[in-house]
Each structure stands twice: as C-alpha cells, then as structure tokens.
C-alpha cells in the first residue's frame, strides 16, 4: 500500500499574474489529486498549507512515506517578467527513484501541456525538499505563475493536471490506474469469515487487514472485479464479489 507525502506549496508571497498565490493554486490542485488517489488506494498526508518548507521536510521525514511530491509553480527573473513559459521537475542527483519518478511524471505533463518540448527532468541539489527528505522526492514546477497562458493552463486544468500526477503516481508504484467515481457505500457481504483487505487488486499480494462481515466501507474505484475501498484509516483492494453496494453518495 503505497505511502504519499504530498506537500503543495506553503508560499503565498507568490503573487499570480491575475488572481491568487502560489500556496492557494496548489491546493487547488492536491485538492483535485485527493478523490483520485483514494480511488487508486494510493495513502497520503498533506502538509501544513501554513507552514514552512523545513516544517513540510520536517513532517514527510518524521512518517515512513514511499514518495514525496512537491506541488509548486515557477517565477520569471526580474528581466523577463511574464515572458517565460514552461515545466520543471526536479530530483536530487543521487536519487534513483527521483530521477525516474520525474521522467515519468515530464512525459505524462507533455501529454497535456501546450509546449512539451519545454517539459523537463532537472536535477538540484540546491532544493530542500528533494535534498533533505528521506523518502524519495520530486517538486514540480507547473509553469511560470507570472505568465498570463502558463497561469490560464495551470488554474483551468485543475483536474486534467491532477489527473497526469496521479497517472504517474500509479505507474511509479507499479500499481494499476483506476480513474476515479464517486465514493459509494457498501458492506462486507460473506457467508463465513473475514474478507481480505490487500496491497494489490491481486489474490497473492499482501494483506493488509481483515474486514469483519457486514462491516461497512467506502468504494472509490473498480478494477478487474476489484474495488479500491477505504475501511478507517486504511485504503487498499478487496473482491468486488464479496462486497454489497449501496446507491452513491
């Protein structure tokens, strides 16, 4: 069951070119990635959107987390102003799962942002957030927050943004994507037992809890007569032929 740090960006000095800062647009976006990573059983904690990026590194090396992603937006210099245009993602050099955790996560943004050629891995060694965190790490800067169509593409494709990182996500952790619905409710239905809660939509792959009979759970995706659930604290996989559904939400 994967782990997620998801860290949008604390700074709201960063004035967008219209409307907005950069820590408010950036949890427009984790709060877009939220439905979608609950549907894949992708397990997250957010930062402190009031926080600092030491607090934010902080708290990601605190938990045992499988990845950490930083949601940020970039600024021209001074001499070129709103005349700049494209994404980073950055990793630190010696990391190999940042390193293709940002090459995943470029080719899916070329798919969806208007300059793909402008797309790039880089890596840093400058950047706190993927030097200093002990789960592997990657930020994203979605374009340069001072340009009027790198600003219109980021605040009005929300979703379809989202969408990319969450793709990348499941691809990183090796893990099928699902898209997402509406949660429904449903219940264990068994005749004897308890129902598995796994890793994976997989009957081999690890267990994670025991779901008692008749106990109620939240269904968020569908894959293969599989559902990605959420019992508690927990997300994971179960049988969809040993779950009974409700209407949706």
């Known amino acids: ?7 949008p960006s604390t700074q709201t000095y960063n004035a967008y070119a219209t409307t907005g800062n950069e820590q408010y647009w950036m949890n427009q976006l984790a709060d877009a990635m939220e439905p979608n990573l609950r549907a894949n059983a992708i397990n997250f904690t957010r930062n402190n959107p009031n926080g600092s990026a030491a607090q934010s590194i902080r708290d990601s090396n605190a938990g045992s987390y499988d990845f950490h992603l930083a949601l940020h937006s970039n600024a021209s210099p001074e001499a070129l102003a ?10 630190y050099p010696a990391s190999a799962d940042g390193l293709r955790m940002a090459n995943i996560i ?14 790039r891995a880089l890596p840093s060694t400058v950047i706190g957030e993927v030097r ?4 592997p790490s990657v930020l994203v800067e979605l374009g340069y927050h001072d340009n009027l169509e790198d600003e219109a593409w980021l605040t009005q494709n929300l ?4 969408i990319a990182l969450v793709q990348s ?3 990183y952790f090796g893990t099928p994507y699902l898209g997402f ?17 796994r890793n994976l939509p997989e009957t081999d792959s690890a267990i994670l809890a025991q779901i008692p009979n008749g106990q109620s759970i939240t269904i968020y995706g569908e894959f293969d007569n599989w559902y990605s659930i959420g019992w508690g604290d927990l997300l994971g996989f179960v049988r969809a032929d040993y779950i009974c559904t409700r ?3």
Do not use: H
């Open 1 to 7: 069951m994967p782990f997620l740090f998801l860290s």
């Open 82 to 91: 709103g005349r700049m245009r494209g994404i980073d993602v950055y990793y």
């Open 106 to 119: 470029a080719d899916n943004l070329k798919y969806i942002y208007p300059l793909p050629d402008r797309v």
């Open 132 to 135: 200093r965190t002990k789960a």
């Open 159 to 162: 979703d379809t943004i989202a």
């Open 169 to 171: 996500l499941t691809e």
């Open 181 to 197: 619905e509406d949660p429904r409710e449903g219940s264990v239905c068994l005749d004897s037992g308890v129902l598995n809660l």
């Open 247 to 249: 209407s949706p939400r």
